[in-house]
């Protein structure tokens, strides 16, 4: 079973202490990925929700660097410690809350003084609310008052981390739904941004179960929507949703430090009694404010939005610098320890190493693209993602107007289309929309069609696009345009001929069109492409849906209810058949057999199966379908079904079913009996293909002798995947397994500065790069080992001493425990 | 691994607005022939060079300027063919003067008449050396051998073909046999001897003056009357013309019909053997048959692969031909008397010149170039380049798009008086839903007046009408106020309407022809 297409922009990611590993969430594992390659090195699984915050501990001396600890939060209420390195989970702490966002204020602090016994390390989780009997004794008012307490959300607790245990009575706050919580980089504070008011807390200095808070309320009269404090100085900024920063200098002079209490009137910004000397506000952000950032030195303030735009203030002056393009919202932006070196998390399912001060963008760690928001009127009938059976991959429509090529297999972007060449906007109103892609069966062609919506009427447009691939590339590259294929009439279907250059497209303007490509014409001129080479039309229905046989002797196109045959060389009727209740979605003919299914949507779905040899239905559900996918020779296929609301199924096993919405099934064709069946969540807008596993790549699978196996993959409406067996028990799960992914950390990196231009120096360089893959193994004693060889191979002196040190240092604490 | 990072890199892009691609047509395909062939450029095409009248030859000097003779009336001039102007004339001809034919060297040229005389000219003194009589009719054809300076072979309306020795001006022999007149010829470029005529009685006779006196050593027939003939540049074959035909024929292989090419719709009235050269003189120049008509076009026929591979049209019929050797020059004498003279540009040879580098003299700090010296150097071949990142060019209205500001970069590309801009912006202000705003915010009367002239001009184009026509009912309706307010706005709304209505007009011709061609269609589908 292979799993992937996960969100990395749901938590912040994190960077190790090197600045060489990146830990990002995805879904329930944390990715750690190698920040000089972009590729993935390994994965922290054992969460068994989707996880929510990732902390680094931070190195406290230089030679800690190496070390490659981290806490992880998750929503199935768990926080656990990690060893990244090998990468094993050292301690678990459950405190049956889901967590939303964790901050551990004792980690950034200064190291308290070396005489004192180490102090217990506390963190702070934004949890969702206790569940219903807990909350129960506590409300004393009515029914009403009751039900209102049970919808609300969040609360800041306090979790001794040293002993795990959460601290009893240590509730900081509740807020009507789980918040982010921010930390200051010293450390200090702690806040929330609440609707229209921050909230901030002091964390104490010694921190302790009953420590007390001081604590202040910054009032807005706009919600806002990210917070930032100042590394050094007690600033904080916040961003609302009018795209304004508010930046209050000196906060809680008056509760935090007892500082002089300024006039009131030369308080200038600062809302009536709220506790800071002076509130300043930018503006250059037309849409809100998603992420607010001060860089380590504190002058500079990073501010992100919907723009796609960095914008970077000069916190003294105001000036601006922008890094522009983006092409997606930016969601955060994290700093490594290495000064030259930070992230922004997009939109897109991409993070963005950045080159720091230029601000050049190095790498993209590029996930699966993540479903857009699509006008509903233009939702195309048939799910919108495509695959290429034989090669594993996936093509996805973005909202940037690219055709993403993702491998399933390998859970990483294969290339990138750029469909309609038009800059990132950010409207609020979807006006491009690609809104069909098909490919063909050997993955060598690629059809796209694009629609811009009229403005009250006029200048609508829509335009199909055929692209092709050489044998070898792997981009494809633009053959023909073909604007306004069916006049102003939408495209509602396409299919490429399984054989020969041929592709059909249907539209609701009641025709299809069948188009060649002309290969010796092809090879002759350069510049010659697809041409129009029949038209069809039945009754002046609108055409819905088309599907070629597995030959390609047969078209079938659905004019609304009925489904109609057709001979794609000469153009001609061959036959009519069906009769279905609501108009057809899809049609596909499944594998090489005389059976063709087809499924409609709408009050009355039906999901049927017709007999070509009879041109009669063979039988039929009511189904509400949201893919159909068939086998290419057995005359097995596929459905993923949406399941009514209405069922009495989650009652019987409301545990298990948790929100499942939809169901594969597996039907025989003769067989109106399912021959399987798995639920499913979030299949609103899937996709299922049966994906072909190529024997010669992967390794294990050649010792069984089996031809190619067949896997049935699932994507469901979040663009999560998953490839399993759909014949296969349990046990046969085992045979497919990841293929090799994880690269090699050091091996990969690209050469830079010195070893560029003189090569590598051997022993030096090498010595330095393998230190932090074997971290803290206790080797008995080092002293005997790094200082032998040749003085003029030691490394320097101060290097060394560390080591030492640290070596006496470390055998002398296992001796004492 | 590099090829892999630079994948994963996505520099940020920006794209300029662009206007949507035109439709190419399959033909409208340049090739790289009919490239070469279009190459030819006249030095002044509006006003083509015109002489007296219809020019019946025309002939290049084999020797090195290529200078070439034209004969019209009773004149033959004589032009440069580096210039393209007209250098001399000799006019001693007492009726039209026919067939100029240089000698081998460039330096006689000799020329036949209607009276039946034949004149061989000195060309530097422009005297005329010889008179040739014997023919009783006019003559058509006078060709020199291709090396051989001593001969001459004639034809004309006797029918007979006279072999000549020009010192003595006597006829060696009389070639009889073309029972018609006898209008072209061309000598055999493998041998001196050997020479080919055509004539009105359809046949087409290969003589040799050494082996018979009387009859031809060959003949074919090529099925019309023969207008010209020429030897391909093998010596093997000969391409005849005549009708509306020009055809190959292999005459070693005994006078076979190799191919016939019909192409022409009308008489094709003159041949000659084009070359095709490749770019850069690598790969060597290919032979073509040029052939020009009186239906007006000149084709290019490449007669190894049998295949037209250019056409040319000219707006009169035309009646000669004639191709430099060194293939720089290519001329055309029509019947109304244009010589449509064209020249390709040839570069020079550069490695003549480099010989002449001039020794420099070391540059001393005393001089102020040596503070700029190497300064203007070029990069040598096998220099590694770094290329500095090339810029997007951004136009105004990509600027101010850029900036949103939508009506000023409106009103920008409405001022670069480029359709197709303008279109590509309002496409973009309508996916921007901003296009109606931009109309509502125009203010100005120069703005408006802006607008509504472009509406005017291409509301009614089909290329822009799907989006033209509905923006311009909205644009009416939105600011029918200023309109009314201002003369100069009024004068656009009258044309506006006055194209509209034009457009209606035409819509309605079109349906009347629509309704006359459907029934026939369907009554044609039926069958």
Redesign the interface.
């Given at each position: 079973m292979i799993t992937g297409g996960k969100s990395f922009v749901t938590a912040p990611p994190a960077f190790s202490n090197d600045a060489k590993k990146l830990l990002i969430c995805t879904g329930n594992t944390v990715s750690i990925f190698s920040t000089s390659?972009?590729l993935q090195i390994t994965e922290l699984e054992g969460h068994t929700a989707a996880l929510t915050s990732v902390i680094v501990v931070p190195a406290t001396t230089p030679a800690g660097k190496i070390l490659c600890y981290c806490w992880t939060a998750s929503l199935d209420g768990t926080i656990r410690y990690w060893d990244f390195s090998v990468p094993e989970s050292i301690k678990t702490i459950d405190i049956r809350f889901p967590i939303h966002s964790m901050v551990i204020p004792g980690l950034l602090g200064k190291p308290s003084g070396s005489n004192k016994k180490p102090l217990d390390l506390f963190a702070y989780v934004s949890a969702e609310a206790a569940n219903k009997q807990k909350k129960e004794p506590t409300v004393s008012d009515g029914q009403v008052k009751k039900k209102q307490r049970n919808a609300l959300g969040g609360q800041i607790l306090k979790c001794n981390l040293t002993e795990s245990h959460l601290v009893a009575g240590a509730t900081l706050a509740e807020t009507p739904k789980p918040e982010f919580i921010t930390i200051s980089p010293s450390g200090e504070y702690i806040g929330i941004q609440e609707k229209r008011k921050l909230r901030i807390w002091e964390v104490p200095g010694k921190d302790s179960e009953r420590a007390s808070y001081r604590k202040i309320r910054l009032h807005h009269t706009k919600s806002f929507t990210a917070l930032a404090f100042h590394p050094t100085e007690r600033i904080v900024a916040a961003g609302d949703t009018t795209g304004r920063i508010l930046i209050w200098r000196g906060f809680g002079n008056r509760t935090f430090s007892a500082g002089v209490v300024m006039d009131e009137d030369e308080r200038p910004g600062v809302r009536e009694d709220d506790d800071a000397d002076s509130c300043t506000t930018w503006h250059w952000h037309s849409a809100e404010v998603k992420v607010l950032f001060f860089s380590a030195d504190g002058a500079y303030l990073y501010s992100g939005g919907r723009e796609g735009v960095l914008v970077v203030w000069q916190l003294d002056t105001g000036k601006k610098k922008f890094?522009?393009?983006?092409?997606s919202t930016v969601f955060y932006l994290t700093s490594s320890p290495d000064p030259s070196l930070s992230s922004i998390s997009c939109a897109d399912n991409?993070v963005?190493l950045l080159q720091m001060p230029s601000m050049e963008?190095?790498?993209?760690i590029?996930g699966i693209k993540l479903p857009g928001s699509v006008p509903e009127l233009m939702k195309g009938p048939c799910s919108n993602l495509v695959f290429d059976n034989a090669a594993g991959l996936i093509a996805i429509p973005s909202e940037s107007y690219c055709i993403q090529v993702f491998s399933l297999f390998d859970d990483r972007e294969i290339?990138?289309v750029?469909v309609c060449?038009?800059?990132h906007?950010p409207?609020d109103?979807v006006?491009?929309v690609l809104n069909l892609v098909s490919l063909s069966l050997d993955g060598s062609l690629m059809s796209t069609v694009e629609t811009?919506?009229?403005?009250?009427?006029?200048?609508?447009?829509v335009s199909l696009k055929f692209w092709a691939r050489a044998s070898q590339s792997k981009d494809f590259s633009l053959s023909t345009?073909v604007?306004?294929p069916h006049r102003d009439a939408g495209v509602s279907g396409f299919a490429f001929h399984p054989t020969r250059r041929m592709a059909v497209s249907s539209s609701t303007g009641g025709e299809f069109k069948i188009w060649v490509s002309d290969y010796k014409?092809q090879q002759r001129?350069q510049?010659?492409g697809w041409t129009c080479h029949a038209v069809g039309s039945y009754k002046k229905k609108p055409m819905t849906a088309v599907a070629f046989s597995f030959d390609g002797s047969v078209l079938a196109v659905a004019a609304a209810m009925v489904i109609t045959l057709w001979d794609p060389e000469k153009n001609v009727l061959v036959a009519v058949i069906g009769e279905s209740l609501e108009p057809i979605v899809s049609l596909s003919f499944i594998g090489k057999s005389e059976y063709l299914v087809s499924a409609s949507r709408g009050s009355s779905p039906q999901l049927s199966v017709w007999s070509m040899s009879k041109l009669s239905a063979s039988w039929s559900y009511k189904l509400h379908t949201e893919a159909v996918a068939c086998t290419s020779d057995d005359s097995s296929f596929a459905v993923l079904a949406l399941l009514p609301k209405s069922t009495k199924l989650e009652d019987s096993s409301e545990s298990i079913l948790h929100d499942v919405d939809g169901s594969i099934l597996i039907f025989n064709v003769g067989d109106p009996v399912p021959v399987a069946t798995w639920f499913v969540r979030k299949a609103k807008g899937g996709g299922l293909a049966f994906i072909h596993m190529n024997p010669g790549l992967s390794a294990n699978d050649t010792s069984d002798g089996k031809p190619a196996e067949v896997l049935l993959a699932y994507i469901n409406g979040d663009h999560e995947y998953v490839l399993f067996h759909p014949h296969g028990e349990q046990a046969s799960k085992h045979a497919v397994t990841h293929r090799e992914r994880h690269t090699e950390l050091e091996d990969?990196a690209?050469r830079y500065g010195y070893a560029s231009i003189y090569g590598e120096l051997p022993e030096y360089k090498l010595k330095e790069d393998e230190t932090p893959k074997a971290p803290l193994v206790p080797s008995g004693r080092p002293w005997e080992t790094i200082f032998s060889g040749s003085s003029h191979n030691l490394p320097p002196l101060p290097k060394l001493c560390s080591v030492f040190l640290e070596s006496l240092l470390e055998r002398r604490t296992t001796v004492v425990e | 691994?590099a090829e892999e990072?630079d994948?994963?890199?996505?520099?940020?892009?920006?794209?300029p607005v662009?206007p949507?691609?035109k439709p190419?047509s399959?033909k409208s395909?340049t090739t790289p022939e009919s490239k070469y062939w279009r190459s030819f450029k006249s030095p002044d095409p509006q006003n083509p060079k015109t002489l007296i009248s219809s020019i019946t030859s025309l002939s290049f000097s084999p020797a090195a300027p290529h200078d070439f003779a034209a004969t019209h009336s009773a004149t033959v001039s004589i032009f440069s063919a580096a210039t393209l102007e007209h250098k001399s004339t000799l006019s001693a001809f007492t009726d039209t003067a026919t067939s100029a034919s240089y000698r081998s060297d460039g330096r006689l040229l000799a020329a036949g008449s209607y009276s039946g005389k034949i004149q061989v000219f000195d060309l530097k003194t422009r005297s005329i050396l010889r008179h040739l009589r014997s023919h009783t009719r006019p003559v058509h054809f006078v060709k020199y051998p291709l090396a051989d300076k001593l001969h001459l072979y004639s034809g004309g309306d006797d029918s007979i073909v006279k072999y000549w020795d020009v010192a003595t001006e006597t006829v060696v022999s009389d070639l009889i046999g073309h029972k018609d007149y006898v209008r072209c010829g061309d000598g055999c470029p493998a041998s001196d001897d050997m020479f080919v005529t055509g004539s009105y009685d359809h046949g087409i006779r290969v003589w040799d003056v050494r082996v018979s006196r009387t009859s031809s050593v060959m003949e074919v027939n090529h099925g019309k009357p023969v207008e010209d003939v020429i030897y391909l540049p093998s010596g093997g074959l000969i391409a005849t013309a005549g009708g509306n035909t020009v055809k190959i024929w292999d005459v070693i292989g005994g006078g076979r019909l190799v191919h016939s090419m019909e192409s022409h719709n009308k008489t094709v009235t003159s041949i000659c053997v084009g070359k095709v050269g490749r770019e850069g003189g690598e790969g060597g120049e290919e032979n073509r048959v040029l052939s020009v008509s009186l239906d007006g076009y000149m084709k290019v026929f490449d007669y190894s692969r049998f295949k037209i591979t250019h056409s040319m049209r000219f707006p009169t019929a035309l009646l000669s031909i004639a191709f430099s050797p060194d293939s720089s020059t290519r001329v055309i004498g029509s019947s109304n008397g244009v010589l449509y003279a064209g020249k390709r540009s040839v570069k020079e040879n550069v490695g003549s010149e480099v010989a002449e580098e001039t020794k420099k003299q070391a540059l001393r700090p005393s001089y102020f170039r040596y503070f700029h010296r190497s300064q203007n150097e070029k990069p040598s071949e096998g220099d590694y380049l770094v290329m500095r990142k090339k810029k997007v060019k951004l136009t105004g209205h990509d600027k101010l798009l850029?900036k949103f500001r939508h009506k000023e970069a409106l009103v920008s590309a409405l001022r670069g008086k480029n359709p197709e801009n303008v279109v590509a912006v309002?496409?973009?202000?309508?996916?921007?839903?901003?296009?109606?705003k931009c109309v509502q915010n125009l203010e100005t009367e120069e703005e408006l007046g802006l607008l509504l002239g472009f509406l005017q001009r291409y509301t009614t184009v089909p290329r822009y009408a799907?989006?033209l026509i509905?923006?311009s009912k909205?644009v009416v309706e939105m600011r029918a106020e200023d309109f009314s307010a201002s003369e100069a706005l009024r004068v656009h709304i009258r044309n506006l309407k006055r194209a509209v209505e034009e457009e209606v007009r035409i819509q309605q011709s079109l349906q009347e022809i629509q309704g006359i061609i459907s029934p026939l269609l369907r009554i044609a589908g039926r069958r």
């Open positions: 390659t972009a890094l522009p393009r983006i092409g991409r963005h963008i190095m790498k993209s590029s290339t990138e750029q060449e038009r800059n906007q409207g109103e006006t491009v811009r919506l009229s403005e009250e009427g006029i200048g609508g447009l345009i604007y306004e014409i001129y510049n010659t990969s690209g | 691994m990072s994948q994963q890199t996505t520099m940020p892009k920006s794209f662009k949507k691609l190419t399959r395909t850029k309002m496409e973009e202000l309508v996916a921007r839903k901003k296009l109606l799907g989006l509905g923006f909205k």
